[in-house]
RNA sequence: CGGGGUGUAGCGUAGCCCGGUUAUCGCGCCUCGUUUGGGACGAGGAGGUCGCAAGUUCGAAUCUUGCCACCCCGACCA
């Protein structure tokens, strides 16, 4: 690999992904194995991103609150399938103090400290949670609890990709507890659907919204409800998650309330989340091989201003046009950066604001001041176009709009031209090996049909897609009125 | 956690098989000057526990063992 760019996306995939993640200054790695540090300009992508989301819980009735991090162990043991799930993945926290090692080498776990109950760290918060609704819910009256919070979670996972899998993340949960099974039903559809609306309309990602097969179901949930999406290599990746969890966790924790007519029954439950896995999902849905491409809504710098000149009267006389500039484009709410750094080169400049996917580029040289116009380069498609210093700021708001919803069309064309339908086994593998994509095909809805297919394609079902009534013959056994579901080789 | 690979300056690397002066080169960094419309050029300069630990040896980047990290492929997963 040069110092300059990265690998092509055709050469190696996995290998672009990884080394733009790194050069678009997004984030590395720790020094802990499976934990990333998000460097400043990959944090900023993702409080654009947890902004617009938590505007959008508020618009939708939630409130943050903050539960804490360390959870009793006995508490996970609570719910049988929820243990199940995340047992294997755990930290524990054993110990709380630390002391001088005899031989003076530095420090060692004091083994007097052993914690009467050990600790885990979360991987999830449902367990807690449920154990402060108890108290918070006696009456119908206390109904419904609406409450997210935004939190680091951590899973010992086995193999980790920057943002795509860390064994911390950072993420929201929304946890929410209701009265009747149909309003809690109708809070998990409504929380999908403020995921898809966001990462549709902010991140330009098109996805599908469906619900997970039992295999693939959250660890403790009646239906998980969720949004895939598909990356330009073929594979689907799961964009977020919102889950009805019944009464499973009411009743593991014992949470009951008294309704209007005194009968105490258990409440109902659900929990949704998005990760810091959505940046990948943005990296892998727009990018290329010049390096990182930002949808407008998402993009921490919107404009970057680069001067190009021979001396500093040139500099002072486009600097002067600039300031004026960036003063109406503030107006505007466009962030912009103007880039006068003397040390650097335009073209440097210009490979650097590519690679970090920044949308729009304009360029102000000495014949642009004599001619009142800038150059204008377009991030996305690549385009660059001279245009009039005249209206200038209403073009580039146009122009970010503009971006916004050619990525989305674009994104949405490929997920099209990406889905197959396939009616053997055969087949679906032929299409899998040959470009990957969303498969539709039907599926008796048993579970060892889903293992089986799953072992000779490699392919899991990414979802049951919503308002899908179309039956037709298994692609595993032919047996008729199996429904149609989403196949796909998965992230 | 299994199989394979890699680890040498901030980044990318040569050297390792076959042990032997002061560890190679490029980029980047610092200073000065010239430059500036697609990753500038010249001169000078700084920068190294050769992933970590132990062992073999008169002598280890090089050989042996263990550990760690990362990458690829599997199993598991948001």
Redesign the pocket.
Known sequence: ?S???IVKRSEDF??WY?ELVLKADLAE?SDV??CMIIKPYGYAIWEKIKDQLDIMFKETGHQNAYFPLLIPKSYLSKEAAHVE?FA?ECAVVTHYRLKNSEDGTGVIVDPEAKLEEELIIRPTSETIIWNTYKKWIQSYRDLPILVNQWANVV?W??????F????E?LWQEGHTAHATKIEAVEETEKMLEVYAQFVQEFMAVPVIKGVKSEN?R??GAEETYCIEALMQDGKAL?AG?SHFLGQNFAKAFDVTFADKEGNKNHVWATSWGV???LMGALVMTHSDD?GLVLPPKLAPIQVVIVP????EDQLLEISEYANSLIKELKSLNISVKFDND??K????K???Y??KGVPLRI??????MENQTV?L?RRDN?S?STVSQLDLPNLLLETLNLIQNDLFTRSSLFLKENTYSANSIDQMIEILDAKGGFIEAFWNGDSKSEHKIKELT?ATIRCIPLNENQTGNCILTGEPNSKKVIFAR??
């Open positions: 690999m110092s300059k760019g996995s290998k990884n790695h194995r499976g799930g294997k899973r996972e086995m193999r980790t990709r920057l795509l899998r860390t064994s993340f693939e959250f660890a799961q998650t990760s810091t896995r010049k190009i000149y021979k001396n003397d040390n080169k335009p073209g440097w210009f490979a650097e590519e690679m360029a102000i040289g000495p014949r642009d150059e380069a690549l660059k490699k998965a992230y």
